[in-house]
T-cell receptor, first 115, second 116 residues
Framework: AQKVTQAQTEISVVEKEDVTLDCVYETRDTTYYLFWYKQPPSGELVFLIRRNSFDEQNEISGRYSWNFQKSTSSFNFTITASQVVDSAVYFCALSGPGSARQLTFGSGTQLTVLP | EPEVTQTPSHQVTQMGQEVILRCVPISNHLYFYWYRQILGQKVEFLVSFYNNEISEKSEIFDDQFSVERPDGSNFTLKIRSTKLEDSAMYFC??????????????FGPGTRLTVL
């Protein structure tokens, strides 16, 4: 069975602070995929990143960066110099191998960035 | 850019009524999915569909639910006799279904179902 844990239910920061959202996963698959999605107040799910289990390189995209560590089964997401527009619920998700497998989502972290 | 569309954006129904939620997946995609998100909770997988049949389904997807691809473009989720606890946001997603590697799931904007 697959499981994704996002222990931080809510985080509140002041604009321009850095913030890290934690994600810990469990799976028996040796090949798997990890994701982060953003859900703004409007409700849609916005894809941010996908990593596969063979690629542990950290990734940076603008103010966003991701740290994947298989040894601790973690896939953490950092926003540098946060902005009010970053306020949203962020979901970490996991999928097994195969070309069309279901996504297992974590419970989400509500990030509030205060001006 | 192609996108998944869903109608209606908000559906209000009485308990016990049947509802049909509609989705138009991206045109060259072969796999279709429904997920649900109860307000304030996580997104949960319901069902995946390929080649006109269900590929996988979760425990949530019981006999009151059914899916159908009635024509070449629509993908529907029917809830036969709605209950209060069916109130949720329902997301449709689709993916290309190419062999090898992972195929990105593209999500629609969701249908908010309210059961009174």
């Amino acid at each position: 069975a697959q499981k994704v844990t996002q222990a931080q239910t809510e985080i509140s920061v002041v604009e321009k602070e850095d913030v890290t959202l934690d994600c810990v996963y469990e799976t028996r698959d040796t090949t798997y995929y990890l994701f982060w999605y953003k859900q703004p107040p409007s409700g849609e799910l916005v894809f941010l990143i996908r990593r596969n289990s063979f690629d542990e390189q950290n990734e940076i995209s603008g103010r966003y960066s991701w740290n994947f560590q298989k040894s601790t089964s973690s896939f953490n997401f950092t926003i540098t110099a946060s902005q009010v527009v970053d306020s949203a619920v962020y979901f970490c998700a996991l999928s097994g191998p195969g070309s069309a497998r279901q996504l297992t989502f974590g419970s989400g972290t509500q990030l509030t960035v205060l001006p | 850019e192609p996108e998944v569309t869903q109608t209606p954006s908000h559906q209000v129904t009485q308990m016990g009524q049947e509802v049909i939620l509609r989705c138009v997946p991206i045109s060259n995609h072969l796999y279709f999915y429904w997920y649900r998100q109860i307000l304030g909770q996580k997104v949960e997988f319901l069902v995946s569909f390929y080649n006109n049949e269900i590929s996988e389904k979760s425990e949530i997807f019981d006999d009151q639910f059914s899916v159908e691809r009635p024509d070449g473009s629509n993908f529907t989720l029917k809830i036969r006799s709605t209950k209060l606890e069916d109130s949720a946001m329902y997301f449709c997603a689709s993916s290309e279904g190419l062999a090898g590697g992972y195929n990105e799931q593209f999500f629609g904007p969701g249908t908010r179902l309210t059961v009174l």
